[in-house]
């Protein structure tokens, strides 16, 4: 799926981190919120209301606010801890036993009490429901028994060993949901949410969400907002910078063209100007080759792009520089991050290599391709990316290579049909493990559909999957990037970074753009103007 980004913060000193741990909203009007109310601006849409349904930057940004869940990632930490419950733990290294004991006097916005049957409700619904939008699949398929004892405990029996179970509960796929306001075998289509999370859902439209503050919400976040208003843009980047400029939305968040970011970057900390925060990401795109294809299904037509490809150049004339070059699937500052690509192939086009590599597949003349993009989906700026690269593969004199468009529903059909040879999907992590990036393109059922399969691959995902320590599964994964880069069923291109303008008068930023992907509307607030 899904969402951006990661703030490079100072160490958290032992206090700092007691406060994350032990502050928290309550019943006596503390949860009520400090500061003035914050309007938001993001070009991405939120697709779902329903936390059986949403797998999508937009929808989990407001499920992360909206609802609890019973582990969740404190600010400024890639380690989940506990969030409605006040512990989780496996009963043993390896085990398929998870075992969560609820905080007391949890409640929902609507007064009714958040016990036990509410958490197994939410994850069977999810389950059931299995919606094709949804995170069942992708994040809850190892979830086999729920079981729940008394009030205040509940038990997953888990199909297989998944050291990262607690990470994928603290997500958007964790959300709790009250189990009288939602139905059992499909999803809410009314456009409201019952949560307990630090916000309610006041109202919700195609041109903007009203947040207000849960006077009820009981969990480690201290709000430091009255409110937030998310004004929808619809991909419309003109708009949401001009917004952003005359005061419109006190911040923008997603969206904004990369010329503007680097205009803005430029002027930034001058009297009067908007403030550009940037953060690292873990957010990746890839070009994907359909192995079926009877062009790029040669791997010597995938080793001659591989070798063609100037990342610097995208990162430089189509990103102004707002990513990084990729050369891996597991990116930068993700346990066992490697470079084989940088390895393998170089950071430089060599079209003396590429040649030797389609040579090698027994192609003498000019290779036709056409690469396939979507023009919202993963970002503004991917056609002009596409573009770029079609034209460094034409001036190798090697390839006659063009840029289709489609869609977003078109696009993913035709995927699914393998009507496409080559087309990019980019993937915002749902935690940050490297499991999260391997499982959904190679595992099974993958995010992909280019019929690339890797019995490697195949032994080393469930293996690291059971192993608790996740530094002990470096090994393995740096196998699993090495055989990715011989066999080529993606290329990567760029890591994101994260970025959000705001006016002078809000504060709180780097405190919501971090590893986690979680985007903190509690931490934010704005002061009132001179």
């Not at 049957?117 to 919606?131: G, M, P, Q």
């Not at 001659?304 to 070059?325: C, W």
């Amino acid at each position: 799926m899904r969402k951006r980004d990661q703030w490079l913060a100072a160490p958290l000193t032992a206090g700092l981190a007691a406060a994350l741990l032990s502050g928290c909203g309550s019943e006596d009007g503390k949860a009520a919120g400090t500061g003035e109310s914050v309007v938001m601006g993001m070009s991405d849409e939120v697709l779902a209301t329903d936390p059986a349904s949403g797998y999508d930057p937009g929808s989990w940004l407001l499920f992360n606010n909206v609802f609890q869940s019973l582990m969740s990632f404190p600010k400024g930490s890639t380690t989940p801890q506990p969030d409605a419950a006040k512990q989780c733990k496996f009963k043993d290294e390896g085990s398929t036993v998870y075992q969560c004991t609820l905080q007391d006097g949890l409640k929902f916005s609507n007064g009714h009490p958040l016990t036990s049957e509410d958490v197994a409700f939410s994850f069977r619904r999810t389950l059931k429901i299995n919606d094709k939008d949804g995170p069942a699949g992708p994040m809850l398929s190892s979830i086999g028994d729920i079981q729940t004892p008394d009030k205040s405990t509940v038990v997953f029996k888990l199909k297989r060993s998944d050291a990262t179970f607690p990470q994928k509960i603290a997500s958007g796929a964790g959300s709790i949901v009250d189990h009288t306001e939602y139905p059992a075998d499909k999803l809410r289509t009314d456009g409201k949410a019952v949560g307990s999370g630090v916000y309610t859902l006041a109202s919700f439209d195609k041109s903007k969400a009203v947040f207000k503050v849960n006077g009820s919400y009981k969990g480690p976040a201290t709000v430091q907002n009255k409110g937030m208003t998310l004004k929808f843009f619809h991909g419309d980047q003109g708009s949401l910078k001009s917004a952003v400029q005359k005061g419109d939305v006190d911040l923008a968040y997603r969206g904004l063209a990369m010329k503007d970011l680097a205009d803005l970057e430029t002027t930034s900390g001058a009297k009067g100007a908007l403030t550009v925060v940037e953060g690292n990401s873990a957010e990746v795109q890839h070009l994907v080759f359909n192995l079926k294809d009877p062009v790029v299904g040669k791997a010597g037509v995938r080793k001659a792009i591989a070798y063609l490809i100037d990342r610097s150049a995208l990162v430089r004339d189509v990103y102004k520089r707002t990513a990084e070059p990729l050369y891996s699937v597991v990116p930068s500052g993700i346990t066992g991050h490697k470079t084989p690509f940088f390895d393998i192939y170089g950071d430089r086009p060599q079209p003396a290599k590429a040649a030797d590599a389609l040579h090698s597949a027994g192609i003498s003349g000019k290779v036709k391709l056409t690469l396939w993009a979507t023009p919202v989906r993963y970002g503004p700026a991917t056609v002009a990316e596409f573009q770029e690269i079609a034209k460094q593969l034409n001036a190798s004199g090697l390839f006659e290579a063009d840029v289709q468009t489609a869609p977003i529903d078109q696009y993913e059909k035709d995927i699914a049909a393998g009507k496409y040879a080559v087309y990019v999907k980019g993937w915002v992590p749902d935690f940050p493990d490297p499991d999260n990036f391997t499982a959904p393109f190679f595992g099974d059922d993958n995010v992909l559909a280019n019929n690339y399969q890797s019995k490697d691959i195949s032994a080393i995902l469930p293996a690291t999957a059971a192993q608790g320590s996740r530094a002990a599964t470096v090994g393995d994964f740096a196998k699993l990037q090495t055989t990715v880069a011989q066999d080529l069923p993606v290329l990567p291109l760029w890591q994101g970074k994260q970025y959000a303008v705001a006016n002078e008068n809000v504060s709180g930023l780097q405190w919501t753009l971090d590893a986690s992907t979680v985007f903190r509307f509690w931490e934010i607030s704005k002061s009132k103007k001179d």
